[in-house]
C-alpha cells in the first residue's frame, strides 16, 4: 500500500484520495485496479453523477452488477473485469454515453 492510501481514512476531500480524480472539485475518476477490494458493489454507486471513468478490475467484487451504475451517465469507461461478478449486465449500462 502507498502513503497516499491513508488519505481514504484521514480526509474529508475526496478529491484529495488516492486513485481519485477530480476537475473543479467534482470526481471525474476512480481508479481502483487491484487494490484487493471485497464485496458487492454498493447501489449507492449512483451518487458519483459526476464520474467519467471507472475502473474497478482485478478486485475480489462478487455478486451482481448493481443497476444502478445504469444511472451514471456521464460514465464513459468502465472496467470491472477480473473479478468474480456474475448474472447478466443490466440493461441500463447499454444506454450509456459511449
Aim: charged fraction near 20%; glycine fraction near 8%; proline fraction near 4%.
Amino acid at each position: 500500500a502507498s502513503a497516499d492510501g491513508d488519505k481514504w481514512l484521514s480526509s474529508s476531500d475526496v478529491c484529495s484520495w488516492h486513485n481519485v480524480t477530480c476537475e473543479e472539485d467534482v470526481i471525474k475518476e476512480l481508479d481502483l485496479d487491484y487494490y484487493s477490494l471485497i464485496g458487492n458493489i454498493p447501489a449507492e454507486i449512483n451518487q458519483l453523477i459526476t464520474l467519467e471513468h471507472m475502473s474497478l478490475m482485478g478486485n475480489c467484487l462478487y455478486g451482481s452488477i448493481p443497476p444502478e451504475i445504469g444511472q451514471l451517465t456521464s460514465l464513459k469507461y468502465l472496467d470491472l473485469s477480473n473479478n468474480a461478478l456474475g448474472g447478466q449486465i443490466p440493461e441500463k449500462i447499454f444506454n450509456l454515453n459511449s
